[in-house]
């Protein structure tokens, strides 16, 4: 079976002042339809790049190589112009953006937000728009919807300004959401009914889900597989179940520790040691080296390549190479 | 909204008697009184001179003199003017439309040709386009008012002969033309001195719409927007440019004093009978109640200027009104 989407190689990188930034290095999943990705990892892993990459939401300075391929539903992307394109957005891929105070125009209603996307893809009257956008707010639990069918985004707390980008992202019935970090900057307690909302949603309209975290404690309720991703690569993907039970790279062990717990009194959560470097200068070797817990002599120097340890379980990490004599150098 | 516009109505008063206040004792301070003129002729004797001053009240002392202005003022009274031997307020009032036109014709050559050019370099930043407008709207940017003035003056009025150079109408043939050809007289006697206001305004308003669409075209919601796959003329003016125009809003209400500024060096070159040669010919004889009555009669101008911005920014920002 052909997957929903096929995203091979993807390869983005920056030009900035401080030199040449490879924020996403030859990254390759697929999502079913259906399904639910998750990707997980820390602040500058080219998570938000390679979201937006995918509907080609980049700005101009962003180069994508030539040899990278996303292929939703049989059509390369990257090989649509500006009609086709935008026949694609919003109406069979959309989006949720980490930040739903910026990411709604202030200066529109939440209701012409919502029907300006229906128009963009439908032909449908007014009217007709104007109840769908009502019915959709109603859909993500908004109380007394068509109210606040005119209410303007600073109106509205957090939580509910997420509820209206999730309804608006609905309008046209996606086949696929993107969710980049939907919840990262809401409430705690908002999380939770934003991430069942997804989840609910998700089952109830059969849409595939690409949902990108830092946190893999989001993915663990709703993802089928995850993407850990560090340095702009992939480093580990497996079943949800799989990854949780049997974590192979120490950057996803490092992540599972970091899980906040409530069974376990901790004084503070167990953060990973290091930061994240600039996408302009990742480390030779295994990008994840400086601040591995189990580094080898040879990750310094030797990229690892990716270790297939089952059939749908990957790690790029020297310490799956089970090859003769791979631990005695 | 009626609450926010009857507490800058009162705001607009108090600066109003501020003004009047201070340019009272500037001018009083400067020497020489309006009586100067007429009375250093050696033809007139002193008893004349000082029965002129005992007419005009100039005697009494200061504090009293202008206990009586500010008075008058509460009334509506501007005072009288020493050297058009008529009231300040007629003598304002006959010259006050034609700044205001000036001024208006600037403001919207400013904004009609400042906004969408430098949106357009917004939009296609570091284009050929871009780099050309930005080198034409700072040259006529760094130019002096008054010069640009005369550069037009010689070579649109003089030189080709198409336009007239000075005054607002024909003083010959105007009253005698149809009603048509009356405000053809008018329109071409402000096209010069409107274009010479206008293009330094515009040079500023483009500079600072440029900057202004670069900001816009990052925001997140204009992301969001392409997102949903809206067309990119959607994308441009109902997200991008209505978030753009905001700031420059802001700038229309800071520029007007500017542009009334430049309207008086502008009525000056082009000979234009407002409220310009008005100020300057009053301080020069000093004549006091009219250089007040100006001071009085711009700043609110201004402050209804400001006024004006506020209201529009109310308009197209739903943030700045009370949540419902
Ligand atoms: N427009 C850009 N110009 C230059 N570098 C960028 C740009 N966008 C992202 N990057 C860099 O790419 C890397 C990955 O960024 P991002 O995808 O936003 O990370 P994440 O979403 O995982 O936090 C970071 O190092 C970031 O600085
Ligand atoms: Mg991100």
Known sequence: ?329 | MARFVAIRLAQAIAIVFLVASLTFILIHIAPGDPTRSLTEAPSVPPDVRAQLRTNFGLDRPLLEQYARYIGNLATGDLGYSFAEHRGVGAAILERVPNTLLLTVAGVLIAFGLGVPIGALQGWRAGSKTDHTLTVTSLFFYSLPVFWLGIMLQLGLGLGIGILPVSGAIDPVTHDSLPWIGRVWDRLAHLLLPAITLGLVGAAAFARFQRSATLDAVLQDFVRTARGKGLAERVILFRHTLRAALLPTITLFGLTFPILLSGAVLVETVFSWPGMGRLIVDSIASRDYYVVIGTAIVSASMVVLGNLLADVLYWVADPRTRPSA
């Not at chain 1, 990716?306 to 791979?326: K, Y």
Request: proline share 6%; net charge negative.
């Open chain 1, 1 to 329: 079976m052909t997957p929903l989407l096929d995203v091979r190689d993807l390869t983005v990188e920056f030009d900035t002042a401080d030199g040449h930034a490879l924020a996403v290095d030859r990254v390759s999943f697929h999502i079913a339809a259906g399904e639910t990705l998750g990707i997980v990892g820390e602040s500058g892993c080219g998570k938000t790049v390679t979201a937006l990459s995918i509907l080609r939401l980049l700005d101009d300075e962003a180069v994508t190589s030539p040899s990278s391929a996303i292929v939703f539903d049989g059509t390369d992307i990257r090989r649509l112009d500006g009609e086709a394109l935008r026949a694609v957005r919003g109406a069979k891929i959309a989006m949720v953006f980490q930040e739903p105070g910026t990411s709604l125009n202030p200066v529109l209603t939440i209701g012409s937000q919502i029907t300006e996307a229906l128009h963009a893809h439908r032909t449908i009257d007014t009217g007709a728009a104007r109840a769908r956008a009502i019915a959709l707010l109603d859909l993500v639990g908004i109380p007394d919807a068509a109210s606040r069918f005119t209410a303007y985004p600073h109106q509205l707390s957090g939580g509910m300004q997420q509820r209206v980008m999730i309804a608006m992202a609905l309008s046209c019935e996606p086949q696929l959401l993107i969710a980049d970090e939907p919840t990262t900057a809401l409430d705690v307690t908002i999380q939770a009914q934003i991430l069942e909302l997804l989840q609910a949603l998700k089952g109830r309209l059969g849409m595939a889900m690409l949902l990108i975290t830092h946190d893999l404690g989001v993915v663990a309720g709703s993802a089928d597989r995850v993407a850990v991703m560090y340095g702009g690569q992939i480093v580990e993907q497996a079943a949800t179940r799989e990854l949780f039970r049997n974590p192979q790279h120490p950057y996803t062990r490092a992540l599972l520790d970091a899980i906040p717990r409530l069974d376990v009194v901790t004084p503070r959560l167990p953060a990973i040691a290091g930061a994240v470097p600039p996408a302009t200068a990742w480390p030779a070797g295994c990008r994840f080296h400086p601040r591995c817990s189990q580094v080898l002599d040879r990750c310094s120097t030797d990229v690892p390549p990716t270790f297939v340890l089952a059939p749908s379980h990957f790690s790029r990490c020297w310490l799956a190479d089970t090859s003769p004599g791979s631990r005695d150098g």
